[in-house]
């Protein structure tokens, strides 16, 4: 019933798709500026900047992640960072999203990284109860940052 597979090209509708899902569940629907072209430029192009998987339930798209390497300098090893993980109501309850994490840390593994990062909404409890059955910590004493475009220019301009 289910299948996960590495995400083509020829998915970036469906992966944007997603996107916008996401987006609507945590309450941001306008937020998202993503097009077609940004994905495949950005996830399937000569340099690429994330992954994807994509789950599907009796051949029915249900649910992807999108993931990301970063490098530990205190580990000496690469970070897998889920970017987005989403799967869509009417699949929910089947074990769609634990069977994405099994598949990111099953990579992870692969690829010798020492750790497996991600956010969540602080009021998105219903996740970080699931991200906590999993075996993952919420991390408070780290804080997240942040620039924007317009403060990146500011910063950038800068002599």
Same mark, same amino acid.
């Given at each position: 019933?289910?299948?996960?597979?590495?995400?083509?090209? @020829?998915?970036?509708?469906?992966?944007?798709?997603?996107?916008?899902?996401?987006?609507?569940?945590?309450?941001?629907?306008?937020?998202?500026?993503?097009?077609?072209?940004?994905?495949?430029?950005?996830?399937?192009?000569?340099?690429?900047?994330?992954?994807?998987?994509?789950?599907?339930?009796?051949?029915?798209?249900?649910?992807?992640?999108?993931?990301?390497?970063?490098?530990?300098?205190?580990?000496?090893?690469?970070?897998?960072?889920?970017?987005?993980?989403?799967?869509?109501?009417?699949?929910?309850?089947?074990?769609?999203?634990?069977?994405?994490?099994?598949?990111?840390?099953?990579? @992870?593994?692969?690829?010798?990284?020492?750790?497996?990062?991600?956010?969540?909404?602080?009021?998105?409890?219903?996740?970080?109860?699931?991200?906590?059955?999993?075996?993952?910590?919420?991390?408070?004493?780290?804080?997240?940052?942040?620039?924007?475009?317009?403060?990146?220019?500011?910063?950038?301009?800068?002599?």
């Amino acid at each position: 019933m289910l299948h996960i597979r590495p995400a083509q090209p @020829a998915d970036v509708s469906l992966i944007l798709a997603f996107i916008h899902d996401l987006a609507e569940y945590e309450r941001e629907p306008d937020a998202v500026k993503t097009t077609e072209a940004d994905l495949l430029r950005d996830g399937f192009g000569a340099q690429p900047y994330f992954q994807c998987l994509i789950a599907e339930w009796n051949g029915q798209p249900a649910g992807f992640a999108l993931y990301f390497f970063q490098y530990s300098t205190w580990e000496g090893r690469p970070s897998l960072y889920l970017e987005d993980l989403f799967v869509r109501p009417a699949f929910r309850k089947n074990g769609i999203g634990k069977a994405l994490f099994v598949r990111l840390a099953q990579i @992870a593994v692969e690829r010798q990284c020492t750790r497996f990062q991600w956010e969540v909404l602080d009021w998105n409890q219903p996740a970080i109860d699931f991200y906590e059955s999993l075996g993952a910590k919420v991390m408070r004493e780290w804080l997240n940052m942040r620039m924007t475009s317009e403060a990146i220019q500011m910063l950038a301009s800068r002599k």
